[in-house]
């Protein structure tokens, strides 16, 4: 019994606050760390972010003045998550309507929505399930705080129900609101790191009948001695994001391991790999993975365009890699690769229908 995804429809806010916040971040770092600031942000490869907060009234950014982080300190986590509960629900119905523009998303049985930047109860499943009028029967299932890979387990877990229920109809949907999380740091490390996400939200329809992507064999691995390189801090004043400089590092050795290489690429050649779908949680990061796998060039740019045009979107990212894929040729063997909190990668195989 084989699960596809069947489509994916994506969306992100009307305000693009990458250039303002760069702006920000430079003014924050020690004069004599601005050439290096200045480079690492040129070459991060993002040329937009979304955000849900609004201009301001004279038309400036939530940095400018009068902005939501006009003064420090910032506001706190709980009027963070007042705008989480508010915007969260509505970008992920506007993900939704654009699925629906692809698909018809009519009798859901089961929803699964992954989102790791806000809490809220009841829940962003029963939010959503409520403003799209669905079945109180529909099974929801909630993955939180996973971070970048949660869009992986959120369509493993349709792969499982589909196969376990060949009449399922899952929608899936993953949004995230990375920029209520800035951070008034000096530290030149966590302010290029925050200054990759961006908020956005996708939608995809996973069932049994044979269009778009087979969802195949799924595989997951932590690396050794990790787990601090990539974490989130829940404080009073947001979740704090911790990056490493490290991760590319240690991704491009655990790629370069026969046996982790064998579990990425389900024991086949990387070259006879036709499609990569890897989260584009970085330039460095997917300069990793094309070179520990010795990919060409034009394998990650489904990835690196999504980064160009988004930035790292947590668990929405993935999603919109996957709906450039859909658009494009069809995928013989294919390879959705993610890596997030832990360190740990997860991923699946894939391929288009017959």
């Known amino acids: 019994m084989s699960a596809y995804l069947n489509a994916v429809g994506s969306a992100v806010p009307g305000h693009d606050i990458h250039a303002a916040f760069i702006a920000w971040a430079r003014s924050r770092v020690d004069a004599r760390a601005e050439r290096v600031f200045d480079r690492m ?48 629900p509505d970008l992920a119905i506007r993900a939704i309507e654009a699925l629906r523009e692809k698909v018809a998303v009519e009798g859901i049985t089961h929803l699964v929505v992954a989102s790791c930047t806000g809490f809220v109860a009841p829940g962003i499943d029963q939010i959503i399930a409520r403003r799209l009028g669905l079945s109180p029967s529909v099974e929801r299932l909630l993955i939180g705080f996973m971070g970048c890979y949660a869009a992986i387990v959120a369509l493993r877990s349709a792969r499982h129900i589909v196969r376990s229920e060949p009449h399922a109809r899952v929608l899936v949907v993953t949004v995230e609101l990375s920029t209520l999380h800035l951070q008034p740091a000096n530290d030149i490390e966590a302010l290029l790191a925050m200054l990759q996400f ?7 329809l996973v069932t049994a009948d044979a269009t778009g992507f087979a969802l195949e064999a799924p595989f997951a691995a932590s690396l050794p001695d990790s787990e601090q390189l990539i974490r989130w801090d829940v404080t009073d004043a947001g979740f704090a994001m911790h990056l490493s400089g490290e991760v590319p590092g240690r991704i491009a050795a655990a790629l370069s391991d026969e046996e982790f290489r064998a579990i990425v690429s389900a024991g086949q050649p990387p070259e006879s790999i036709d499609g990569w779908a890897v989260h584009a949680g970085g330039r460095s ?61 997860e991923g ?7």
């Open 41 to 88: 942000a040129s070459r991060s490869g993002i040329g937009h972010r979304w955000s849900v907060l609004p201009p301001t009234a004279g038309g400036g950014s939530p940095v400018d003045d009068s902005g939501f982080y006009a003064t420090e300190p910032h506001p706190g986590t709980s009027a963070r998550m007042v705008l989480y509960a508010e915007h969260a």
């Open 348 to 354: 699946f195989g894939f391929r288009s229908a017959a």
């Open 198 to 204: 961006g908020d956005g939200a996708a939608a995809a």
């Open 285 to 345: 990061i997917l300069d990793a993975v094309e070179h520990a796998m010795h990919l060409k060039p034009e394998a990650l740019a489904a990835s690196r365009q999504v980064l160009a045009d988004n930035g790292n979107m947590s668990s929405a990212t993935l999603m919109f890699v996957f709906e450039r894929l859909l658009a494009g040729p069809p995928v013989e063997h294919g390879v959705a690769l993610a890596f997030g909190p832990g360190l740990a990668a």
